[in-house]
């Protein structure tokens, strides 16, 4: 299957280095460019690619401002976002988040990473650049747990809890797999069951939500 993406940069030689990277793979077509943040929105709305590729920094509409009104909670049909952006900081991390980003690189992270990230936001996962992962839940696990929707929809197995813990502590569903004894296709279905019971978008929401509410105090 063909993952078409839209790149939206406001640097054309950084918008064309990126697409050129993109196009050079057998499974991924770059089908739009843009410049800025409000064409970027049009430009999706119109041709629905599977992945949007969105700078932080636009004129118009910023990365995060694109990504609330492509992927946020309240659209009827969300298009995967992947932020990517020349700064490393956690106002920009978080906030890429929580509108609903599928991932976060930055630029420096190379065709691979890049790679990887589109194909993880095409089938539903999350990638986000290493040490960019490690810091942020460095920094949910040092804070006060907000106690708020401590309750998911409906109450949590012992074996998806112990999912849970796991998932927030990165690993993917086949280390799951391996740590847990039990196989992939199961750990999978686990996953997509504390997406559900938690309202999560993603697997780095099942993260924020497990430090959000405390679960991964001790």
């Excluded at 992962?133 to 012992?158: K, V, W």
Aim: proline share 5%; aromatic share 2%; hydrophobic share 45%.
């Amino acid at each position: 299957m063909t993952v078409r993406v839209l790149v939206a940069d406001d640097q054309d030689l950084v918008r064309t280095g990126l697409s050129m990277i993109l196009d050079a793979q057998p499974d991924i077509e770059v089908v739009g460019q843009a410049a800025d943040g409000n064409v970027a929105v049009e430009l999706a709305r119109q041709l629905h690619p599977d992945v949007c590729l969105v700078d932080i920094r636009m004129p118009g509409l910023d990365g995060i401002e694109v990504t609330e009104l492509l992927a946020g909670r309240n659209v009827p049909d969300p298009i995967a976002v992947v932020v990517i952006t020349t700064f490393d900081l956690d106002e920009y991390v978080h906030g890429a988040l929580r509108a609903g980003a599928r991932g976060f690189l930055l630029k420096d992270a190379g065709p691979e990473l890049l790679v990887q990230a589109v194909h993880a936001a095409a089938v539903g996962d999350a990638l986000i650049a290493p040490n960019i992962t490690r810091r942020l839940l460095s920094t949910l696990a040092a804070r006060e747990p907000s106690r708020r929707s401590t309750q998911p929809i409906e109450p949590l197995t012992d074996r998806e809890e112990e999912v849970l813990a796991l998932v927030a502590r990165g690993r993917t569903n086949a280390e799951i797999a391996a740590d847990l004894f039990i196989g992939l296709t199961t750990a999978k279905t686990h996953v997509a069951s504390l997406l559900t019971k938690i309202g999560a978008r993603n697997r780095v929401e099942i993260a924020m939500w497990a430090y959000d509410t405390g679960r991964m105090e001790d």
